[in-house]
Every structure is written in C-alpha cells, then in structure tokens.
C-alpha cells in the first residue's frame, strides 16, 4: 500500500478532501487542520470526501470523516457526500454506520457537485504521542456515538485510553 495523503481544495466555499493511499491515524492531524480551515471559512458552504483512490483506512480515521460531518452538517443543512468507489472500503463506512446519518454515499464523482478547483496535498502534520492520543480517543468517542455495535466494538480501547496517565 502506498503512504496516505490528504488533499484538499476550495473553490468559494465548496471544499473536496480527498484520501489517498493508505489512510492511518498519523494523518488525523493533518485531517483536522483540514476541517479546521474548513469550518473557520466564513463563506464555507459544503464538502464532498473523496476515497476513491484510498487503499485502506484505519478506524481513527473514520472518526475524523465522522466529525468532519458532525461539524459540516449544521452549516450545510445536510449530510455531506463521501464518494467511495472500493467495495472494501464501502463495506467498512457502511459497518460503521455511515450511510445516510453521516454522509450520502455514492459510488463516483458527480461532476456538477466538485468545486472546479485543483487538489493540493496538504503537509503532513507531525503527531506527537499524546496528540495521537487524544485523537484515537476523540475519533473513536464519536464512532461509538453512531451505533450500539461500534459501542460495543471501541468500548475497551476508549475506554483504556481514558485510564491512561496524560503525561
């Protein structure tokens, strides 16, 4: 697999983040300084997240894609679009609870809703370990928030990243 990258473009407010490679918890900080720019935009009006070319995605990552719509959502009036074209990594977003509470998801790019701006990669954000940690525990907080099974399933892992000592 090859490394993940974020990049991201805006065109008057309509933003397009697209995943590519394989999409672990070390580019969360870059995911969020993303959303942050984002959200922070006064004229921001939608975003559409593009996984098209990711090649696997960890499941902190699917809790940054989940907040991206949880902060998106209200200042859209609708769920964004996630545009997956894997069968895999569908299946996954499906499990998680993506479908339609999270994001519309559609197969491939409709061409008339992508911003007609060019994609630049973001740089790479450096995680330090207690950063990544407060990451994985707010990523998978909102998971579980989604359903009783992903609950069930991050219970344990959040709930030992709570009892961890923060310094």
Known sequence: M??????MANKA???VIKLTGDVRMTLCTTLDNCLK???????FTSVIVDLTE???ID?????MLAKVSRLATPAMGHVPTLISSRPDITRIIETMGFRDRVF?????SNVDEEPDAS??????QPVDEMSARDRVLEAHKILMSLNEQNRQTFH???ECLENQPTH
């Open 2 to 7: 090859s490394t993940g990258r974020v990049l």
């Open 13 to 15: 407010g309509a933003y």
């Open 37 to 43: 720019k984002m959200v922070e935009d006064p004229v």
């Open 54 to 56: 990711a090649e696997g």
């Open 59 to 63: 499941s902190t990552s699917l809790g």
């Open 104 to 108: 519309v998801i559609v197969p491939h």
């Open 119 to 124: 994609l630049n990669e973001e740089t790479p």
């Open 156 to 158: 344990e892992l959040v």
